[in-house]
Structures are given as C-alpha cells and as structure tokens.
C-alpha cells in the first residue's frame, strides 16, 4: 500500500551567481518516512532544505508540501510544515514557554489547544523543568531543543530539521533520536547531519548529496542487509592462513596482522559456522568473528571522496 | 489580519523586555520634562504675553516642535533592530518558514512599534495635562500637535523599518535610517532656493513642513494622507526588500 506524497521535490536547482549550489535535485518522501540527507560540508544540503522550506526560491523546478505549491500557495504549504535550520530561530529574551507560545500561534494553532501543544513539544524535548526560563539563558544544548520543540509544536505533516543533534549532549542525543523514530511513525521527516552512525540509527531512506547532485538514493535497508563479502576473523592462536583459506565457502584470505583476517567469501556463501567449529577443533582462540557489510560509511565515502568532486568543493 | 496582530503583540512584548526602549523612554522623558519647564518657566516671567499667546501655544508650539529634533535622534535606534537583528541571529527564519506572507510579517512588525509610538505619544500628553488643573488649556490643539508627532513618528518608523530590511547589522540600520530620515527632512531646503526647478515639489515633498501645520492645530487631512503615504511607500519597500532575499 504506497502512502501519501508528502513532500515532492521536482528539478530543483539553485545558482549562486555562476555557481551551482543544487543542481536538478528530485526527491519524494512518503508518509511515515525518514529520510537522511548526507553530503560532505558545502555539498548543497542546507541550501535544499531552505528551498524545500520555502525560505529561498529555486532558481528552477518547484517543491510540494502536502500537495500544495510553495511557489503558488505558499501560505497552506507552510501550515503543514515545521523547520529547524542550522541556527535555532530563537528570541533570547523570551521565555520558553513564551517563546513556544509564539511559534505555536504564528503556526495557527487554535488559541484553546495553544497550551496544550505547548506541554506536549516540552515534555517530547524534554524542557519541561526550564519553561519559565529566558531561552538566552539556556546551554546552546537546550536552545537546540528549543529549536526542535518549534519545528513541531503545530504537529505538522512534514518536519524538517537541519543537523538536529549538534550541540547536544550523547543522553540527549539518544532522546531526540528516539523522538525523531517516534516523529517518523506519523509524520515525514528529513534531517541532515554529518553524523553516519545517527542517520543509520533513525532513517529509512538516505539521500547523499555531492556537489549539489543526488549520488545515492536508496532505502538503507540495502545497506543493512544480511549479504555481505568479507568476513572478519580475530585468531589468538593463529594458524597458517592455508588452514583458513581451505575453509568451504572462502574465496582467499587476507592477514591483517595481531592475529586479524579478512576472509573473502564466495557469492552467497556463509563461512561463519564453519570457520568457528574449524577454529574450536584446531584451538584457534578465536575471539572475533563479524561480517563486514557493505556500511554506510563505505557508500558515503565511496560516492563523495572522488577526485572531480574534491577539485570542486 | 491576526496574523499580523499576532506579530505585532509579540514585537511589542519583545520592545519593551529590552533596556533600549525603556532607556529612550527615560531619556525622551527626562530631556522633554527639561524643556517643558524651561517653557513653563520663560512664559510665567512674562505675564503680558497670556492674551493673544497662550500656553498651549507654548506646549504645543515649541515643545511639540522640539520633540521632533529628538525623535529624528531616537527612531533610527527603535527601528534598526527589526529585521537586521533577526537576520544576524537566524530568527527571522521563524517567520519565513510560518505560514505568514511577507506582508503579514512587515504590518506586523510595524503594528508592534506604533504601541512604543504609542507609549511615547503618552508621555508627551501627560506634561500638559499636569497643567490641566490650573489653568485653561486647548486641548484640541495639544492633541493635533500629539497627533502630529504620532505620525511623524510613524513615518520615521516605517522608513527605519525599511533601512532595517536591508542589512544584518542593526549600527548600519540606525546610521542609514537617521541619513535617511535626515535627507527627507532636509529637502525642503531645496525649496527656498529660487534656481531649482520645482521647488514647490521639493519642500511639498519635506517630512517637516507637514509637521508645522499640526504643530500651529491645524488639521489638515493632506498632511495626514502625506504621512500615511510615506509610510505605505517605505513599507512597501521593505516587503519588495524582503521578497528579493528569497530569490
């Protein structure tokens, strides 16, 4: 069953002067969907999520929020959105709770319920306890929540947030992910960051961006899959690497030193089982054994490091 | 529409948390009550003037006049703030990512600084108002020459709100506003000088002149209309201003 379109991205293309920030970037994005936007610095990310934001005009191509045009209905493709750019958009000399108040009025949010969606975006970002403080007060940590409490106050459709998790500390760091998981059930959420374990960690879906363009686009199921081509042996005892390369299922085997291979294995094969009853006979010591996957690192790095795209950044 | 009164509360809310605005309310108050007395003081030491001068003369005549000096000082630094501080801080984000237009976002801040307008205003009236009790005064003069620095203060603030729009360093705001503000003023000079063509155009065109019909109580609805449009213009501006950083 495909769910709604949330978000629709169609050729969009920004120019600074002569230079290309993004270039003919497509995406769409469901709901229920988290989508990881990952590019090296410079890449275009930011300036995509102005422009999906409707805080810069694409110089081509257009964006859908909802179904509705943020060139042509602005105003309604707005409402079923909730932003945090790089800078949390905060009034320091505002409370929390005031500060939250605003957002949540300038989003329309029925004067009845206004107290309501304030509690709840505190108690999800965890601010509870500093509503009564000035928000210039706060650790940039806390601004950031600030800034996250903002972004969904209203409960929109559509959330946006640029590198939410900067600034944070790990415990909050693990709050605001979870928060994003729980966001993603029933909203659409796109988030930047830099941080690879974190987008593996809550997205569905990645998309990396080099030099302005989409290099990879795909749901991060296939990086998380069980096919992999090398396996990863630690040996305290090691023997010959024959020995090892003589296992059924293992292509050749490399030594990595200290006792470390890297077993190649034959297309869709298993090795695993077999090299630890081989390592328990031959009293190998054997104290790693992991598959190495196809990581998201690897993909990233892979797809952003090319010589063309260093000369260009 | 509430929209922009939504704005405009919260512009006035954030106003009047900072020491800036309370230290220009102070510092007007303080300068204004000086010369308040000074003039109270000057006409009681010349009794023979009370026939066909009167104190509200006074008041609304040479006090009113010389507010507006002062507030041509103090309006580049009400206005600077609007836009370019939002701007170097990244909130400004808040009201472009929120479903508000351009022009919701520019009326309402504009609404917001009419109620600091407004408290000075306030406290313009309640000096001549201290003389309420003790002798006659005529009001509807006084509140034509209040009037008059309400909109001559409403046209300084859109133009400052404008200058505002076009940088993200409020000191530059306040240095263009008060150029700004000082050149429209100034260009009735060009009106006294007989070689220039169109002279009438240039001191017709003048902040001020429109100023001293309000000042003597006499309404005109054409100086209002001047001071509406002048601030229609500059708002305007500042929405076209705002527009073209999107693109």
């Known amino acids: 069953m495909e769910s709604e379109v949330l978000i629709e991205a169609r050729g969009l293309t920004r120019r600074y002067g002569p230079t290309v920030a993004v270039d003919n970037l497509s995406l769409t994005l469901r709901k229920g969907e988290i989508l990881g936007l990952l590019g090296p610095n410079g890449a275009g990310k930011s300036t995509t999520m102005k422009m999906l934001t409707g805080n810069l005009a694409p110089s081509a191509g257009e964006v859908l929020i909802g179904g ?88 929109p459709p559509v959330v946006v947030l640029d590198e939410p998790t900067v600034g944070l500390d790990p415990i909050q760091i693990r709050e605001i992910r979870s928060l994003i998981t729980q966001l993603g059930q029933n909203h659409s959420v796109i988030l930047s960051s830099h941080i690879l374990p974190e987008v593996q960690a809550v997205c569905g879906r990645v998309i990396i961006i080099a030099r302005g363009r989409v290099v990879y686009n795909d749901s991060l199921e296939a990086t998380r899959s069980d096919r992999f081509r090398n396996v990863r042996v630690g040996l305290r005892r090691a023997p010959e690497q024959g020995a090892l390369a003589g296992i059924a299922g293992i292509k050749s085997v490399t030594a990595l030193g200290e006792g470390q291979f890297r077993c190649s294995c034959a297309a869709d094969a298993d090795p695993r089982d077999a090299i630890a009853e081989a390592a328990s006979q031959g009293n190998w010591g054997l104290y790693e054994l992991s598959a190495e996957t196809h990581t998201l690192e690897e993909i990233f790095v892979e797809l952003t490091s090319g010589d063309d795209v260093r000369s260009a950044a | 529409m509430s929209n922009i009164f939504n704005i405009a509360r919260y512009e006035m809310r954030r106003i009047f948390l900072s020491p800036l605005a309370w230290s220009v309310l102070a510092i007007v108050q303080f300068i204004m009550g000086f010369v308040f007395i000074n003039l109270l003081v000057e006409f009681a030491n010349n009794p023979g003037s009370g026939e066909e001068f009167g104190v509200s003369d006074y008041i609304g005549g040479s006090l009113y006049g010389f507010a507006t000096i002062l507030l041509l000082l103090i309006m580049p630094l009400m206005t600077m703030r609007l836009f370019s501080e939002e701007r170097k801080s ?102 006294y000088n007989d070689s220039i063509p169109f002279k009438e155009v240039f001191s017709y065109l003048s902040l001020i002149d429109h100023y001293e019909s309000l000042r003597r109580g006499v309404f005109d609805t054409a100086d209002a209309i001047y001071y509406v449009l002048f601030s229609a213009l500059f708002l305007w501006l500042a929405v076209l201003r705002l527009d073209m950083e999107r693109n």
């Not at chain 1, 309604?76 to 932003?83: D, F, I, P």
């Not at chain 1, 509870?128 to 806390?142: D, Q």
């Not at chain 2, 917001?112 to 001549?128: H, S, T």
């Not at chain 2, 002798?135 to 309400?150: E, K, N, P, S």
């Open chain 2, 90 to 191: 990244g909130s400004i984000t808040l009201l472009f990512s929120a479903p508000v237009s351009l022009t919701e976002i520019v009326l309402g801040k504009f609404v917001g600084l009419l109620g600091f307008i407004a408290a000075i205003v306030v406290l313009m009236a309640l000096m001549p108002l201290a003389l309420n009790w003790s002798t006659d005064l005529d009001w509807g003069r006084i509140a034509a020459g209040l009037f008059g620095l309400f909109l001559l203060m409403m046209a300084f603030g859109a133009a400052g709100l404008f200058v505002s729009s076009l940088t993200r360093e409020p000191t530059i705001a306040a240095v263009g506003s008060f150029g700004l503000l000082l050149v429209v003023w100034l260009i009735n000079i060009l009106g």
């Open chain 1, 68 to 155: 509705k045009s943020m060139h042509d209905d602005a105003k309604a493709a707005k409402r079923s959105l909730g932003y945090l750019p790089e800078q949390p958009p905060v009034y320091p000399e505002l409370t929390v709770d005031e500060y939250l108040r605003y957002c949540a009025t300038l989003h329309g949010v029925a004067k009845a319920n206004r107290d309501a969606a304030v509690d709840s975006a505190k108690r999800d970002c965890g601010l509870t306890e500093v509503g009564s403080r000035l928000v210039g007060n706060l650790s940039k940590g806390f601004q950031q929540r600030v800034g996250i409490a903002q972004a969904i106050i209203h409960r």
